[in-house]
């Protein structure tokens, strides 16, 4: 069975209301998200957008879920 890469899977967290959730849909909305990029990439892109110290927590916090369930 193929693992679904990271950002698939965040995307079926979009309907969640809660704050990966709220990631989940910020991430389906931005076509420039790198989704190709681990976590260290991604967290550079939020930090280079200004993203507030919350939302990194949160994408880390997604990755560690993820992870968790591979």
Do not use: C
């Not at 959730?21 to 976590?39: E, H, I, K, T």
């Not at 550079?44 to 993820?66: D, F, K, N, Q, S």
């Amino acid at each position: 069975m193929a693992t679904k890469g990271f950002t698939p899977w965040l995307k079926t967290h979009a309907k969640e209301q809660n704050a990966i959730g709220d990631l989940a849909r910020d991430v389906a909305a931005d076509p420039n998200w790198p989704s190709r990029r681990q976590l260290e990439g991604q967290r550079e892109y939020l930090e280079e957008l200004g993203a507030v110290p919350r939302a990194i927590e949160t994408l880390e916090r997604a990755w560690e879920l993820y992870r968790s369930q591979l």
